[in-house]
């Protein structure tokens, strides 16, 4: 196992304190990095901290509006002045806007880009830059989703984001692979959270989610622990520019 030991590390993991990003952030603690959450809802992140330091992990809640550059900025200088390091950062934080496209306002369209893909930008770039000027490599990831290669209904602004965030991915890979950097992206598929809950509680809808997910089942915030302790370790240094599915085989059925 010492090849995924994050023992001595420091990951930062935006909207890490509910969901797929808190599901992110056990799978860190638990292999031994110290985790720091940027997240808006202060109290949440309270919660998800004493949650981490359960697991026996340092622990650190910054307020960060990651749609604002000075916030992932402030939030970087306190994880580095508590720290001293960035090692890994899980750009996740994110929502979903349900919209018809025919009456989707540029405002409405505005907001959510400003959140799911400026944001993810704003975070990658400041734990880049972090990583370039200290040497010895780092990790990348940003959390998009299946939106990214599916159609999705009613969310094109959404899916637009998710899309985009895989350019992003295959580009910072390219230009960092000089400085060891290794950037890649993880796609979930229907996992089990707030965001999701509606769906799950639809039942035509959750009957076909079921229908087309080889493993039968949703996925859990659990599922996503492996995947983010691999990308946060040695055992991915040659592994980089790569989007990663995580669905339970729906992309492929």
Partial sequence: MGMFDLEGRVAVVTGGNRG?????????AKAGARVAL?????TRSAAAC?????????????R???????????????????????????????????????????????????????????????????MVERGGGGKLVAI?????IFGTPKQPHYAASKAALGALVRSFAVELARHDIQVNAIQPGWIVTDATAAALEHAPLND???????????????????????LASDASRFHTGDSIRIDGGYSVF
């Fill in 20 to 28: 797929i990003g808190l599901g992110i952030a056990r799978g860190l």
């Fill in 38 to 42: 940027w997240a808006r809802d202060e």
């Fill in 50 to 62: 004493a949650e981490l330091e359960a697991l026996g992990a340092e622990a650190l809640a910054l």
């Fill in 64 to 130: 960060c509006d990651v749609s604002r550059e000075e916030d992932v900025q402030e939030a970087a200088r306190a994880t580095l002045a508590r720290f001293g390091r960035i090692d890994a950062c899980f750009a996740n934080a994110g929502y979903g806007a349900p919209a018809n496209p025919l009456k989707l306002g540029l405002d409405d369209w505005r907001r959510l880009l400003a959140v799911n893909l400026d944001g993810a930008f704003l975070t990658l770039r400041e734990a880049a830059r972090h």
């Fill in 144 to 148: 998009s989703s299946i939106s990214e």
């Fill in 208 to 230: 076909a989610i079921l229908r087309r997910t080889p493993a039968r089942r949703w996925g859990t915030p659990e599922d996503l622990e492996g995947i983010a302790v691999y």
